[in-house]
């Protein structure tokens, strides 16, 4: 299988990276906190980018492209910390009015998680909530909800539900199996672009913090450490790719392995490259000025979303033993 990006896929990635320059640099993505994490105007911007129409076609006035490109798109939206539930928004495209165009922020939660928790409560428009027999469209505002005091990631503020109503039924259990497959290779790519931004952010201070009269990266133990970031993110990046051509219907081999094992790959260098970059920032490193502590905490929480990793395991595991 050829990883090697064509053109219009390197355009597609610049193109996106353009804009998430433009609209989320990091001391703009800080501010975001006191908004809950999501501004109206940059999430409209986004969906003027295309970024929540990717894959509805031409003819219903979406980009019309598939999960591959789409994957391309996410990772980027992980480098920059774009927050807000832009996956699920994605994913709805087609079947809410005014997700697509970034008028309508909609958020998702599965029905059997326990506990249960919405991200960015306030902000949504939509609910989508999935269970075995389909989707189910929830107005945020009959929830019975109570903010978590202290969220892990300070943008993304969550509510701990403890009323849930059934909901409006929108599509059937195969519209769930799209959601959870495409929702993990996206949240995969998110990850692996968070890795690759803790890779960047290491690489760069390493360079720059002397120590004994000389930079920090020509030290040995901090250049196996940046060394080790760089595989794991590429591995991962690799494992994600392959598992968004396999949703496309291109590849042959299983695809819930290789969506399952990109989500794991995928969370665990966003995860240990979070925590190196904490360690080559040194006793900087874990302050709240330093940016390191945004892209761990992000990782931590983009892995519990679309599959527990326990789960994702066993799914491997299963087609491995049969």
């Known amino acids: 299988m050829n990883f090697d990006l064509g053109d219009d896929e390197r355009a597609l990635q610049q193109g996106i990276r353009d804009v998430c320059k433009r609209l989320f640099p990091i001391g ?5 906190e006191d908004a809950g994490g999501i501004d109206r105007t940059l999430w409209h911007e986004l969906g003027r980018a295309g970024v929540f129409s990717l894959r509805v076609p031409e003819s219903e006035g979406g980009v019309g492209l598939g999960t591959t490109e789409a994957a391309l798109v996410f ?14 928004t994605h994913l709805a495209a087609s079947l809410i009015e005014g997700a697509r165009g970034g008028e309508r922020v909609v958020g998702f939660i599965e029905r059997d998680r326990t506990p249960q928790v919405v991200p960015q409560l306030p902000q949504l428009d939509t609910l989508v909530v999935a269970d075995a027999k389909g989707l189910w469209l929830v107005d945020p505002r009959h929830l019975g909800a109570r903010p978590v005091a202290q969220p892990l990631d300070p943008l993304t503020p969550v509510h701990l539900i403890e009323h ?4 409006e039924k929108i599509a059937g259990p195969k519209e769930v199996e799209r959601w959870s ?3 993990s290779v996206l949240a995969a790519s998110m990850l692996v672009g968070v890795a690759a931004a803790c890779t960047e952010a290491a690489v760069a201070y390493a360079k720059e913090r002397n120590q004994f009269g000389r930079p920090i990266g020509g030290f040995q133990a901090v250049k196996h450490i940046c060394a080790d970031m760089l595989v794991r993110e590429e591995v991962a990046r690799v494992g994600t790719y392959a598992a968004a051509v396999f949703c496309d219907g291109n590849g042959a081999g299983d695809a819930d392995r290789a969506v399952a094992g990109a989500r794991l790959l995928a969370a665990d260098a966003a995860l240990a490259n979070g925590k190196a970059n904490v360690q080559v ?14 892209y761990l905490k992000r990782a ?8 527990k990793s326990d789960e994702l395991a066993e799914v491997v595991a299963s087609t491995l033993t049969a």
Do not use: Q
Not at 164 to 167: M, T
């Open 28 to 32: 703009r993505v800080r501010g975001l």
């Open 75 to 88: 990772e980027e939206l992980g480098r920059a910390l774009v927050p807000g539930p832009v996956i699920s």
């Open 164 to 167: 849930l109503p059934k909901g």
């Open 181 to 183: 497959r495409d929702g």
């Open 281 to 294: 920032h040194g006793g900087m490193g874990y302050t709240w000025e330093v940016d390191a502590h945004l």
């Open 300 to 307: 931590v929480l983009l892995s519990t979303r679309f599959g």
